[in-house]
């Protein structure tokens, strides 16, 4: 199946301070990329659709000033998070959308996720 | 009313037993209907993925849909200790966005 891959794996910051994840697909394009946060032992919550070359689409709830999203390219997409506060601590996980699969690019895959700890 | 509703578990089984996975869903506009396992601390991976009403087989894993029921299921059969998971449903209407289920927890004792 197709890959994803998240840079870094895991962070740990001082509150106040700005970290950058990365969003890679490796062996296929994805016009779109998803942006996901879970707490532990809970479900999925959609941040953020990111589509290359256009700005991102926000879930309503989540800052899009303290949640910058940059889709630059066809194959990367990063989540900054600005300001970062202990309340921000969570797993950040993207997915991207295969143009080129047999399902018109309907099957989603998922990155490894980045567990963010702000101290 | 959420959207999707998944059955909450947590769910042991023992080994080699065959283990039903459920989610209900009210948006009859879905058409794409998604099973994810993910371990702990790591990404989902998806499992099975089906479009409309039917069932798809992938080895131990079979994938059902029932479209006039509102109501989706992953059956694995011979459950090994490497199952061990939370299992996750998704669907999405068309070109929309996926909405996941809260995920089931399953547990395959030696």
């Known amino acids: 199946g197709a890959v994803v891959s998240q840079h870094p794996s895991r962070v740990i910051c001082k509150s106040g301070t700005s970290v950058k994840i990365e969003c890679r697909s490796l062996?296929?394009?994805?016009?779109?990329m998803f942006w996901y946060r879970q707490f532990p032992k809970q479900s999925l919550m959609l941040m953020a659709t990111?589509?290359?070359?256009?700005?991102?689409?926000?879930e309503q709830g989540v800052e899009k000033d303290k949640f910058l999203i940059n889709h630059a390219s066809l194959t990367l997409s990063t989540l900054t998070v600005t300001s970062a506060h202990p309340e921000d601590s969570s797993f950040y996980i993207c997915?991207?959308?295969?143009?080129?699969?047999?399902?018109?690019?309907?099957?989603?895959?998922f990155g490894p996720g980045t567990r963010l700890t702000v101290t | 009313q959420k959207e999707v509703e998944q059955d909450p578990g947590p769910l042991s089984v023992p080994e080699g037993a065959i283990v039903s996975l459920n989610c209900t869903y009210s948006?009859?506009?879905?058409?794409?209907f998604m099973w994810y396992r993910q371990y702990s601390r790591k990404g989902p991976e998806l499992l099975m993925y089906?479009?409309?009403?039917g069932n798809k087989e992938d080895g131990r894993f079979t994938a059902q849909v029932d479209k006039s029921s509102k109501y989706i299921s992953l059956f694995i059969r011979d459950s090994q200790p490497s199952d061990s998971a939370t299992y996750l449903c998704?669907?999405?209407?068309?070109?929309?966005?996926?909405?996941f289920g809260d995920g089931t927890t399953l547990t395959v004792k030696p």
């Open positions: 997915s991207a959308r295969d143009l080129g699969s047999s399902s018109s690019g309907n099957e989603q895959y």
């Open positions: 062996d296929f394009q994805a016009t779109t």
């Open positions: 990111s589509n290359e070359g256009s700005k991102a689409t926000y």
């Open positions: 948006n009859s506009a879905f058409q794409y």
């Open positions: 089906t479009y409309s009403s």
């Open positions: 998704a669907m999405k209407t068309n070109a929309g966005k996926s909405t």
